[in-house]
């Protein structure tokens, strides 16, 4: 790659672990490498063209989104009975992609798993952004946007209250929630760079504007104690949440009567396919990032490998629960259920039912392949088509569902029209604004967490113990043991 | 003690163009900061810290310092989450009290396709989504409280030297305020753990 050759660090000899962080033997130089593209003083040229292409999407959502909004959801390809369609696949889709994010820093966390420092702290942001994303499709779908507040408990002067046993309403309180909380994981883990980014700044506004957000950090010990410890519970609280959020979600589907959407199969399949989702979206972001920036010493081949593996075992778990989905309509004997599935893979919807399982069972088996899962230009487009397949299986569960229900007098076929396409393409231009600035502005890594995992940051690191000083120049390759670990 | 402290405080006022804050030592990796903060700690001082770039694992023992007790706190918050929900959807959807909450509302028993008027069961993922919500936010208010953060300033943070705390280098503060705080004793105190070097700070007098 572009004279760069990709260290192999994925085989572990037995006894030491290959090390995370390659190449830099102090502290210092990993600052430096993860702060260099907030410093430079512009932006790589590939970083402005997509920026431009993303702030026209954005212009053009602004427009679908204000056209839709002074006209009526009637601009939109809705009818009866496909009420719901692009807006809520869209919705399922980007709250879907967040779920990577939120395991990475929360679950990963929790299991201990050090690789994870590497990549969590743009997983996160990527959370947030689809998030954002995610909320805006709900929003407007409601029609009358100005009415929204009735979602949320106001007193008001019809004197009503929403209606709690709404899985609509659950999904109000879980995506919020899910999205305060995320945001204050991101923020909290944030501080102690944003601390080196105003430590480093040579302009006084970026000393001001960094120094605000750090909040006066000063690396002190008896903060770091009660830091780490609010880390850990933010981490213990994200867990039970983020499987909670798609869990939601799928009750959306799956607690109403629709042949195609009743099934007690949801939660955990919605659950699977959002990480399955979200880690193909890290590796889409991950893998131009750490070209572009210069970050392959500390997203490395161990990483994009281990990322590659989770798709591979979250994928074989949605193309199980495809496969448990078709035998229990047949199973249960149901007759509207058995419909509901040969039309989902041979009916009006059928090419949208086969690229789905094409890009969502059938190509990330290559990733069982080694040399698939290392080599950054398959696991790119692999994970492209997991984008693709991703955004298909919600399509496919709410649209071929809707079309043909019960009555085969009531069917119809929903077509999008070119508001419906406009703003699906504009959340991504959003979500590429947000991502891009993102890069241009914060450490893409987590530079005190990534410090924490190198083996000398133990104070019993074999290069200490020597008085060698501040030499250090033995390679990294030593397992940390559990000097990395945050636990206090 | 009290009075040596005491004393140092006010001819520093009077008399010096800047008061003294801390004195900060400056050491080259953690093997080093973890056996000068166990020196320290031994030597009796209170207002003390370490600075590091990361937690330094072992430093908490060295340091001596005591459980936090944020988890009980954010247990509590928690729980008042757990009942806000609770109490939440049960007033709004079941029963038709009226109190005074900033403004006068009353309750709405809706009956939904036949559902219990307490249908707890299809409460609970607000119920623990608040939950959820009352915990984290109160993890990091109170995680940022205890911390006495936000600061705009603090001065340290006008200390050149202490910069690279941030970065790759790691420090102990102690502060002139703490009762065992004599500037030459404590200097040679710090400089006997091998310090790579001491420096004191003021407080800005601009």
Not at chain 1, 3 to 8: L, S
Not at chain 1, 224 to 231: K, S, T
Not at chain 1, 265 to 284: L, R
Not at chain 1, 330 to 353: D, T, V
Request: hydrophobic residues 50%; proline residues 5%.
């Amino acid at each position: 790659m572009h004279g760069f050759t990709e260290i192999d660090n994925t085989a572990d000899t037995p006894g030491t672990r290959a090390p995370l962080v390659l190449g830099a033997t102090r502290f210092h130089e990993v600052t430096a490498t993860v702060c260099r593209p907030n410093e430079s003083t512009r932006p790589p040229m590939a970083w402005t063209v997509m920026f431009v292409i993303s702030l026209l999407l954005v212009m053009n959502l602004g427009f679908c989104v204000n056209y839709l909004i002074f006209t009526g959801v009637g601009v939109w390809g809705l009818n009866n009975p496909v009420m719901w369609a692009f807006d809520i696949t869209n919705f399922v889709f980007w709250v879907g992609i967040g779920h990577a994010g939120t395991l990475i820093s929360a679950i990963l966390f929790l299991f201990r798993q050090k690789w994870r420092t590497g990549i969590n702290r743009f997983a996160e942001a990527m959370t947030i952004f689809a998030v954002i994303c995610a909320g805006l499709f709900p929003g407007i779908h409601v029609g009358r946007v100005w009415m929204a507040y009735w979602l949320f408990p106001i007193p008001n002067q019809m004197e009503m209250w929403p209606q709690f046993r709404s899985p609509l309403l659950w999904d109000v309180f879980a995506v919020s929630t899910y999205f305060t909380v995320s945001l204050m994981f991101w923020y909290v883990g944030l501080i102690p760079d944003l601390a080196t980014m105003r430590d480093r700044a040579k302009g006084k506004v970026q000393q001001i504007a960094y120094g605000l957000f750090a909040l006066g950090w000063r690396g002190s010990n008896r903060h770091w104690h009660r830091y780490e410890r609010a880390y850990l519970l933010l981490a213990a609280l994200s867990t039970p949440l983020v499987l909670s959020v798609h869990s939601v979600v799928s009750f959306d589907f799956a607690t109403s009567q629709l042949p195609g959407w009743h099934t007690t199969i949801f939660p955990p399949y919605f659950v699977a396919g959002a990480i399955f989702s979200g880690f193909a979206m890290v590796v889409t972001l991950a893998v131009p990032a750490r070209e572009l920036f210069g970050l392959k010493n500390l997203i490395t081949l161990r990483h994009l490998d281990n990322m590659n593996k989770v798709i591979l075992v979250t994928g074989c778990m949605v193309g199980y629960a495809y496969g448990m989905e078709f035998f229990i309509a047949w199973y249960s004997g149901a007759l509207y259920e058995k419909f509901a599935f040969m039309n989902r893979a041979f009916g009006q919807y059928a090419w949208a039912y086969w690229i789905m399982v094409s890009c969502n069972v059938i190509t990330p088996q290559l990733f069982w392949s080694k040399t698939v899962r290392t080599s950054i230009p398959l696991m790119f487009i692999l994970s492209l088509f997991v984008n693709v397949g991703m955004w298909f299986e919600r399509f496919v569960i709410i649209v071929s569902s809707l079309a043909n229900d019960f009555l085969p007098t009531s069917w119809d076929k929903f077509v999008p029209t070119w508001v419906d396409i406009g703003t699906m393409l504009g959340a991504f231009g959003l979500f590429g604004v947000l991502f891009l600035l993102f890069c241009r502005f914060l450490p893409m890594i987590a530079i005190a967490e990534v410090k924490a995992v190198m083996p000398q940051a133990d104070p019993h690191w074999e290069g200490w113990q020597h008085g060698n000083g501040a030499g250090a120049h033995v390679a990294a390759a030593h397992e940390p043991g559990e000097s990395g670990s945050r636990s206090a | 003690m009290t009075t040596i402290a005491t004393q140092i405080r006010t001819t520093a006022a009077t008399g010096a163009p800047a008061r003294l804050n801390c004195l900060l030592a400056e050491y080259e990796n953690p093997a080093q900061l973890l056996a000068a903060a166990e020196q320290i700690r031994d030597r009796g001082y209170r207002y003390w810290d370490c600075h590091t770039p990361f937690p330094v694992h072992g430093l908490d023992r060295a340091m001596g310092i005591q459980r936090t007790l944020l988890p009980v706190m954010v247990f509590a918050a928690g729980a008042a989450g757990c009942t806000a929900g609770l109490v939440l959807q049960l007033f709004t959807n079941s029963f038709e009290f009226t109190v005074w909450a900033m403004v006068w509302v009353t309750g709405y028993p809706f009956l939904i396709s036949g559902k219990p008027a307490l249908s707890i069961p299809a409460f609970i993922p607000v119920i623990f989504e608040l939950t959820v919500l009352f915990s984290a936010l109160s993890t990091v208010g109170l995680m940022l409280l205890l911390n006495h953060l936000p600061r705009l300033h603090h001065p340290l943070l006008a200390c050149n030297r202490f910069r690279r705390a941030s970065d790759d280098r790691f420090f102990i503060s102690i502060e002139a305020r703490d009762p065992r705080f004599y500037r030459s004793k404590t200097e040679a105190d710090l400089r006997a753990t091998g310090a790579a070097a001491v420096e004191a700070v003021t407080e800005g007098d601009d």
